[in-house]
């Protein structure tokens, strides 16, 4: 027990002291975050009238950033399959971040599915055996069974993991690996459940293609691998955290196959709505053209397609993939794309004409926004958190101390800023430390 | 299918659960005190079991609090009942296109009867105003017409309300099982189960289901204060609400017509047990040309549009 | 009895297309003219339709030519019926919908469209009810 309180202490040590970027960072969040709490208190006292969803247009920008973040959180399977699947070595030893993002991303699904429903007291209803959840036949039913399941392996797995390194000793691989492996399937299942929630429903033609799971996959692989690729850019510029190079090069490898099904994908769906020309084009063209005068989300839509386009190029020429600078764009325009596509670009479209041909074009409110953002930011402020204790457990840096109950900290300023990274290269010049630095 | 030992397990845990879920509710009231009776009265709505689990006593307790609340809520003296289906009715509704003139007094009475808010407007019934030359072509639809009278040269009008579908694809969607069909064919609502995802309102393809984005407003005046669980009772925020078939008029013994039937003025609205050979619903459906609306996705409405000549 | 289904409602809607229901002499000499014996039910809501019956099938049959919205009629296809419906049910006869002269259905003023899911929230500001 003492073991668990010392280690309790290491981790609110390490997440209370950093650089000057670090505090503004985290405070900034934390502002975010505080702000969101208002909005949601308005929301919570005046009803969801607050928001800019009426019945037409029934789910807005909360769903919206739902279906997006659990493309977000499946994602991270695209780093388990190769270290596991193919014994990828210099895959394998950042698998376990890909894991905090999807637990840090999933929590923001579950804040975003609170903050949409009209009953948020009685979400006690959803829990099986207490309430009464209707699976098999909902498929929300399913989501919340299956998103629940992934998170709750990525948590085990993830504390499992960086605990045992804690305490210096080997993680049983007997453990690990099935559940590393099971959560394969179970990234896969969460992104497919979630698909099918829209896919099944015979009322809404815009989502009512068998092509809805396939893109959902393709473009989620673009999303989550493109943001794990920006932090282990971050991680490898400012910790003596080691990243490889081909680690990085092959996750922007496998967006480039990813972005490509997606594109194709895409161009199936516009083909086969604009040459049939049934009345089912409408919500098709609302969005790429827009329809009888409204055309709010023709901008934001083309804006998504240049983005995509761009960083697929981007990700498939080797140049622009191995240049530093472009792969940020690219990482950058793709995680805005897909954002933008599988967000709005697919929610709102859905109701847009809505069954009865009637046309209420839904921009989200301010409140709606400003709790979307605080969302967000709880959601940074987490993986923020769950990092910067991870990063130190796998650099050797965090452990327990040589009596067995402390912990140790190695280096605590696991954010450098500009000066120290330079004065810790001078120092590196004069005396070269054992572990190497991190490149340039 | 329930086997015995596993209807009689299941049974066995459903009354666990009950006891729990009955001592919760009791525990946490009790805690509350010295509370007033509304407190104690939050707790028991918070616990409370879905509409299908009560038993015999528990529904007793749950419509007296209902209408204590409500006659508190209104200054007038409210029931609520939950008369159950009747046996051998499986009610169908039928409506003459060739006859509806697209007045809209069917929308307003059933407002009047189902207790719906007036600010946010919440209309169970949508009327349609089509081109007689395009027929129902909804690309041409207008909802907000208003021309000085009705009908207007060309145009012909087609209401739009739950069609109380045999194969619902709501009541599949639904996380929480708080909608779902009953044996006379009325699709309801436990508005005190909803939790408000509105995932029943994506799936509807008639838009005949209705969000109350927020409480609502209701006046003393305005309130019908014969009510039915699962029908016409005032609704809290948050959830979802839509046509019921008029539940607390058409169960009763003898059954009332949909207030929207009684109020047309042309006789466009018919309505009556499907099961009964000489009911006018049965005739019309039997005798007249009769479509379903959006038939392709086989969602097996009550609801037949007709047209008598 | 309820406000869907009295006979003075009945004689409203009558009225709304020029019957001169308020002028017995008036009244009565027109329905003289469509048959000797219809005046005396047709100005009253009979819970019998079948009495009525042979009255109105005779001026069908003699004046109107219109079988088939009989038959219709007499099952409850045609026409308004308020009441029960596995019980009592109240029927109303031609002549209060419609004017004999002038058979078919007047137009009338349509009740106030929907507000605008645009304009939910904000019902009761002027602006919400101006054209678009």
């Known amino acids: 027990m003492n073991n668990i309180w010392n280690f309790f202490k290491g981790t609110l040590v390490l997440t209370a002291r950093g650089s000057t970027a670090y505090y503004f960072w985290v405070g900034g969040l934390a502002v975010l975050m505080t702000l969101g709490a208002g909005a949601y208190f308005v929301q919570l006292n005046e009803g969801l009238i607050v928001t800019n969803m009426r019945d037409q247009v029934s789910w807005g920008f909360y769903i919206s950033n739902f279906t997006f973040l659990v493309g977000v959180a499946a994602a991270a399977v695209l780093l388990v399959i190769p270290a596991y699947v193919y014994h990828w070595k210099p895959i394998k030893e950042i698998a376990i971040l890909g894991e905090l993002l999807a637990v840090s991303a999933i929590v923001m699904c579950l804040m975003f599915v609170t903050a949409d429903i009209g009953r948020p007291d009685r979400f006690w209803h959803l829990i099986p055996f207490v309430g009464i959840l209707n699976f098999p036949q909902s498929l929300l039913a399913w989501d919340v069974v299956v998103l629940n399941l992934y998170l709750s392996l990525n948590l085990v797995i993830a504390v499992y993991y960086l605990y045992n390194l804690y305490y210096k000793r080997e993680p049983n691989k007997k453990f690990t690996t099935p559940l590393l492996l099971f959560s394969i399937p179970a990234a896969i299942s969460i992104h497919t459940v979630t698909a099918f929630l829209y896919n099944g429903l015979a009322a809404r033609p815009f989502w009512n293609a068998s092509i809805l799971a396939p893109r959902f996959l393709a473009s989620a692989f673009c999303s989550g691998p493109a943001f794990m690729i920006l932090v282990f850019l971050l991680i490898r510029r400012y910790t003596r955290f080691q990243i490889k190079d081909e680690a990085v090069q092959k996750i922007a490898e496998l967006i480039a196959y990813a972005m490509f099904i997606n594109l194709f994908l895409l161009g199936a769906e516009i083909f086969k709505e604009y040459y049939s020309g049934t009345v089912h084009l409408a919500p098709m063209k609302y969005l790429l053209q827009g329809l009888h005068g409204h055309s709010a989300l023709v901008p934001w839509i083309w804006t998504a397609m240049i983005f995509n386009f761009t960083a697929f190029m981007i990700f498939l020429i080797p140049g622009t993939r191995k240049n530093n600078t472009s792969l940020v764009l690219g990482c950058i325009l793709i995680f805005i794309g897909v954002y933008i596509e599988k967000g709005m670009g697919l929610v709102i479209p859905g109701f847009i004409p809505d069954v009865l041909h009637e046309i209420y074009e839904y921009i989200p409110s301010g409140t709606e926004m400003l709790l979307a953002l605080g969302i967000w930011a709880t959601g940074l402020f987490v993986f923020t958190m769950l990092l910067r204790v991870a990063i130190p457990i796998l650099n050797g840096d965090f452990h327990v101390a040589d009596d067995g109950i402390g912990f140790h900290i190695g280096d605590n300023m696991f954010f450098l800023s500009k000066a120290d990274r330079e004065k810790r290269a001078m120092k590196t010049e004069e005396n070269p430390p054992a572990e190497s630095s991190e490149h340039p | 299918m329930c086997t015995k030992t596993k209807c009689d397990k299941n049974n066995a845990f459903q009354k666990s659960r009950r006891k729990v879920l009955k001592g919760l509710a009791a525990g946490v009231g009790a805690l509350a005190l010295p509370a007033s009776n509304a407190s104690a009265s939050v707790w028991e709505s918070f616990f409370q079991k879905h509409f299908r689990e009560l038993d015999k006593a528990e529904l007793q307790q749950v419509l007296a609090r209902l209408e204590s609340e409500y006659s508190k809520e209104f200054g007038k003296d409210v029931t609520v009942k939950a008369t159950p289906p009747i046996e051998g009715v499986k009610f169908g509704y039928g409506l003459d296109l060739s006859r509806c003139i697209g007045c809209r007094r069917c929308v307003y009475a059933c407002v009047e009867e189902n207790n719906q808010s007036r600010e946010p407007q919440i209309q169970w019934i949508r009327v349609m105003q089509l081109e007689k030359e395009k027929g129902v072509f909804l690309d041409a639809a207008e909802h907000y017409y208003n021309p000085a009278e009705v009908p207007e040269k060309g145009k012909f009008y087609m209401p739009v309300q739950c069609q109380q579908c045999e194969n619902p694809p709501c009541t599949k969607v639904c996380p929480v099982q708080a909608t779902w069909k009953e044996n006379d064919g009325i699709v309801v609502v436990d508005y005190n189960w909803c939790i408000g995802c509105r995932y029943c309102m994506a799936a509807c393809p008639y838009g005949a289901r209705h969000f109350n984005w927020n409480k609502g407003t209701l006046t003393k005046d305005e309130i019908n204060p014969i009510t039915h669980y699962l029908g016409n009772r005032p609704r809290p925020s948050g959830v979802v609400e839509k046509c019921t078939f008029c539940i607390q008029r058409t169960r009763e013994q003898p059954g009332r017509y949909p207030a929207c039937e009684e109020v047309c003025p042309v006789g466009a609205r018919k309505f009556g047990n499907m099961l009964d050979p000489k009911s006018e619903i049965r005739y019309l459906i039997e005798n007249k040309r009769v479509f379903i609306f959006k038939e392709d996705l086989n969602t097996q409405p009550k609801f037949f549009y007709f047209y008598a000549t | ?132």
């Open chain 3, 1 to 132: 009895m309820d406000r869907h289904s009295d006979p003075a409602r009945a004689r409203h809607i009558a009225s709304e297309n020029r019957l001169p229901l308020r002028d017995p002499e008036r009244m009565g000499a027109l329905m003289r003219s469509l048959e000797p014996r219809l005046s005396a039910v047709a100005l009253g809501v009979t819970k019998d339709p079948d009495g009525a019956q042979d009255v109105v099938q005779n001026a069908f049959e003699k004046v109107l030519r219109h079988g088939d919205k009989f038959r219709d009629w007499k099952v409850g296809i045609h026409g308004k019926r308020t009441g029960y419906w596995n019980g009592e049910k109240q029927y109303l006869l031609c002549a209060h919908c419609h004017n004999p002269h002038s058979p078919s259905f007047k137009a009338m003023k349509p009740m106030p469209p929907p507000v605008r899911p645009e304009n939910l929230d904000r019902q009761g500001a002027p602006e919400a009810t101006a054209h678009h």
